[in-house]
């Protein structure tokens, strides 16, 4: 017998989403229907030691952590949250036996124990990687990336062997060390094994591609420093909060924790489910293979997935039940985006020039830019075509999809003496438009692989730059679904605890009832692609 939503769960439980980006943590309180109620942010430390070295603090992390929970879930009953999710990026956390910090640097930092995930030290070891054609390899893409997890592991036994290697007694994907960290337990979410590690279930780890690579003493104990057991995401983790960890974030010990999520596919939880019933989108009434996430902020991730397995040339994937349980999934990605967009920006110079005037004006860099823009392209037909004349290659971080070469480097072409203002809004808009060509570039290759996309899902910072959403709608042809909550990503980790708790049944379950339409925005049909 149907039961209506209202009577079925109480109104005023709520989740908590925890998503750990590159440069803030971030958490949420969301209601059972998708709604975020409040919000709050505090900035995470990044250290630079040099170019493409990128590393953090798990302490800083972990207490920022609690600090926004706290700040989320301040005056209301803690018996209302009903359990907890976290996303974060995929970087690699160090401790030892004591799960004590253990530097990855050369000076012996011990606070300093976190790889970044945009971390390109490993070139040279994820090329080594690639040249061995273990059939791993096939899950993603055919090359090993620099960002995954096997070259990290590889450079820090190659040249931290005694102040580092030799100490190391469990390497986490930083959304698994938030789920050990809140709950004591060493369980692994899939997500992270599958996507960053060569993890295939259900046959799990490939004893062969480590020693292969001369990672064979990650095989002890039943493969214990990378992970004995796993579970989808979403599933209860642990006992749920341990007392400490609950003291720490000011919750109820036993709360329900869900198992982790990288934090591109917090975002495609937050927004690929969502119903899209009188919207009049070609993906209505379809299966949810139809559907293409894209997750923009520092860098992007395009997130697709499919019934059966399909090998997509320089995409990663795929991966079974890494996002959505049993669905395979290809994940795309472009490894410098919105910052490539701050990089090219706050480069040129007129950026002072830009600055002062916005801050006399009290607005944001990109709204103003995007005004100026328009006013620019008044004797224009389109806003697109002022840029006929400037190109931009936009793998400045190197290409991560579909390409898969990271060696590869950004270029201009079609600049002049001029460095004016003008000059400035030019750049950005070309800069926006070649990564919106990128983003083509990714969704053609998956459709020669089998899939049907015809609509995308945004989410991410970059979403919330109207310009950047047009140009991706121009470019790819496709109409572009907005979620109706700015904060996605934070959905989709509450959708985590949501899952948890037991209030829904499966992740798909959450993601119909939590995950909600904002705004459709359809490509310019009169301008060439």
Known sequence: QYIPRRSRSPTYWYYVGVDVGSGSVR????????????????????????????????????????????????????????????DATCSLVVLDQNFQPVAVNKNGVEERNVVMWMDHRALDQASRITATKHRVLNSVG?????????PKLLWLKENLKQS?????????????????????????????????????????????FWTTIGLEDLLENNHSRIGEQTCCP?????????????????????????????????????????????????????PITCRAALICGTSSCHMAVSFKPLFVPGVWGPYLSAMVPELWLNEGGQSATGGLIDHVVKGHAAFPQLKQQTEKRDEHVYSFLNR??????????????????????????????????QSLKGMVVGLSLSQTLDDLALLYLATVQAIALGTRHILSVMK??????????????????????????????????????????????????????????????????????????????????
């Open 27 to 86: 958490a949420a309180l969301v209601t059972r229907d998708g709604r975020v109620k409040a919000t709050a942010e505090e900035s995470i430390t990044v250290w630079t030691p040099q170019p493409d070295y990128y590393e953090q603090s798990s302490e800083d992390i972990w207490r920022k952590c609690c600090n926004t929970v706290k700040k989320v879930t301040e005056g209301v009953e803690k018996d209302r949250v009903r359990g907890i999710g976290f």
């Open 142 to 150: 055919g090359v090993m990336s620099p960002e995954m997890q096997p």
């Open 164 to 208: 580092c290697w030799k100490d190391a007694a469990h390497f986490f994907d930083l959304p698994d060390f938030l789920s050990w960290k809140s709950t004591g337990s060493l369980v692994r979410s899939l997500c992270t094994l599958v996507c960053k590690w060569t993890y295939a279930p259900p046959d799990g780890w490939d004893d062969g």
């Open 234 to 286: 979403g599933c209860p983790v642990g006992e749920g909060l341990t007392p400490e960890a609950a003291a720490d974030l000011g919750l109820n010990p036993g709360t329900a924790v869900g198992a982790s999520l990288i934090d591109a596919h917090a975002g495609g939880l937050g927004v690929i489910g969502a119903d899209v019933s009188g919207h009049h989108l070609p993906c209505e009434n379809q």
């Open 372 to 405: 100026y823009l328009e006013e620019m392209s008044k004797d224009q037909k389109h806003l697109d075509q002022l840029s006929a004349s400037l190109h931009v290659w936009p793998d400045f971080h190197g290409n991560r999809s579909p390409l898969a070469d």
């Open 448 to 529: 020669e692989a089998g899939h049907d996309i015809t609509t995308l899902f945004l989410c991410g910072g970059l979403s919330k730059n109207p310009l950047f959403v047009q140009i991706h709608a121009n470019t790819t042809g496709l109409p572009v679904v907005l979620a109706a909550e700015r904060e996605a990503v934070l959905v989709g980790a509450a959708v985590l605890g949501a899952c948890a708790s037991g209030d829904c049944s499966s992740i798909q379950e959450a993601m119909e009832k939590m995950a909600r339409i904002g705004k459709v925005i359809q490509p310019n049909l009169e301008l060439e692609r």
